[in-house]
């Protein structure tokens, strides 16, 4: 992801004649501001502080934002445009029943601190009595009716699609919730650690007493909360596990799973909570992790699992409920992320609205906001990019042919998606009630979904979904689906204008798509054939050669010091770290194709006194301008498996060979890198 079908062949032919200016070469900035570029910061000291310096100076982070950059900015503008439809369907006084209605109460609602202030923690309170009354002859049922209904204690199950066979979705199931989502945060005692612990022991003890606990009951479920994750979390895959993609396929039988998890009543489960026959096999994507969970579920007392109930309960609902859960959620938040103010209501109301219906705003998005033209545009831009990659592939010296052709297989393949879903999803059984709470609705919201996600189960997969909305500021790679999605919202400048030179067009949203197209043979990706596969089509000597290169790479990204005492994770976020370098070079390819075909000289050509290709490198680097706090690098460190934006720009750059020449950057001068230990491998 860049913050996971073949194209017609006439999109093919029509790439080159898609320019955005003429063909002089006489070409003006437009994504870029060069009045921003510092050039007290030599290029070749800090290439990153050189273009985003006085960026950052302009935008100085206000108390609502851990960071804000150019993705921050995109956002900001998606976020008014979606406000603005929104409101105007409340306006138009929508029909009961309707989209617009749904759209609009649901945000209502969120605005309406009036209502949930008064209401407290009232909404919730027959399910915490329910938790709270339940008998030991009961806990079984209460087991299964939490898995139905309110989040997923100490393991999650649902169907997704079968990684050896990506035409049918599989039952996978996870073990091992953790509120704090990163193992150290409960083993490490160091500093940063112990204080979101700490904060985290806080933040349950304050919701408990939200919800109407006494401070020794609310200090008592925190222990008993603090005791299940801690326990959890031993068993939990370290961050760089996590990337091990072919670890989590393991395949269960279900009388095996029945016979290793016994705490579950599997049968039971299946058919009451999911509404289906019980599967086959099961894939258990952590069986350590599983394990620890059916331990704790088969020791712990009846009080102490009915303590973490209601935290699960509480924790779950507090977005819903009234201003003191949120507050206490920000405070937790400040620790955690570094923020200082909480978004604006209005921010947080489009949020929630936008995961209960987000298709539904995107498609009244895309009608208003998104022109035919900038698909068109995109289509032949991934084109030229598709035969970049391709050139690039075939040019490796470290692949054998026969890997080269299976590779060349996989890209030819692509599926291209580009900004808005060919079918959109069908909001009309989902019911939303104006008399209800804002709990109640979105309860019902949650569980629409999941009976949307569990409707899948038996059918052939449905290629056309989505994973992201239209109005979302980001693109993926889906390796099951062998596809490329780029949603409209971010074909916005810096990363694609329509008034921009060629350089800053692919050196924006180019690196995007060579981004997202390396995904599909990163370290992650690489297992994933032509057809969403898992499998291993590559020939050994070529995985080892592979691998040797990354781990040049991986070396390069932990030498980095993020911050005193804290360096930067290579291996957790290689398959970033790739795409990021694979990107900048097939772009770079694609460009100098199209500009020679296009009859540009870029030996000589300028644009506002820049040469191209220093253009084309600049807005990059001007993608990943930013200010961030200190405590949110230690959290993207911890936990993100994107690098840092700076790091995105300099340790990546300095492996690209043109980079150097473009800005004369010489041994001596910190962005310097020897030819012998630069890292190239798409």
Known sequence: MYQSKNILAMAAATALALGTSCSTGKEHLASLDASLINDSIPAGTDFYEHITDRWQKAHPLTAEYSRYGQFNVLNDSSETRVKDIITGLAATNPEPGTVAFKVSTIYNQAMDSVRRNREGAEPIRANLEKIENTDHAGMTDLMLWMQTYHSSPFFGAGPMENMVNSDEYAMYLSG?????????????????????????????????????????????IMNTVMKIETAMAKDAKTREESRDIQAMYNPATFESLKKDYPAVPWDRFFVETMGIESPDTVIVTDPKSMARANALMSSLTDREIKDYYLWKMVNSASGTLSDNFTDASFEFNKVYSGVQEQRPRWKRALGATEGAMGEAVGQLYVEKYFPESS?????????????????????????????????????????????????????????IDPSKSYYENMHEVSMWHTRDQLSKWGKPVDRTEW????????????????????????????????????????????????????????????????????????????????????????????????????NANGAYTLGENIADQGGLRVAMTAFLKSQKEKGVDIATATIDGFNPIQVFYMNYANLWAQNIREAEMRSLTQGDVHSLGKNRVNVTLRNIDPFFEAFGITEGQPMFRPAEERVVIW
Not at 186 to 210: G, P
Not at 381 to 409: C, F, Q, Y
């Open 176 to 220: 091992g919730s953790m509120g704090l989502r990163d193992r150290d945060y409960y083993l490490s005692d160091d500093e940063r650690n112990t204080a979101v612990r700490e904060a985290y022991k806080k933040l349950i003890t304050d919701q408990m007493v939200n919800a109407g606990f006494g401070a020794d009951t609310a200090a008592r």
């Open 375 to 431: 698909k068109q545009y995109m289509l032949g831009l991934v084109e030229n990019l598709r035969t970049a990659l391709g050139e690039h592939i075939d040019s490796l010296t470290w692949m054998s042919d026969a890997t080269k052709e299976r590779a060349r297989e996989k890209l030819a393949s692509f599926t291209v998606k580009i900004g808005y879903p060919d079918k959109w999803k069908d909001y009309t059984t989902m019911e």
């Open 467 to 566: 994973g992201m909305t239209p109005q979302t500021v980001n693109a993926y790679y889906n390796p099951m689906a062998n596809e490329i999605v780029f949603p409209a919202a971010i074909l916005q400048a810096p990363f694609f204008d329509p008034n921009a030179s060629d350089a800053e067009n692919y050196g924006g949203i180019g690196v995007v798509i060579g981004h997202e197209m390396t995904h599909g043979f990163d370290d992650q990706g690489r297992h994933f054939d032509a057809k969403g596969n898992m499998a291993e089509w590559w020939e050994p000597q070529d995985a080892e050669a592979f691998k040797a290169l990354t781990d040049k790479l991986v070396e390069q990204f932990n030498a980095v010091e993020v911050l005193p005492g804290l």
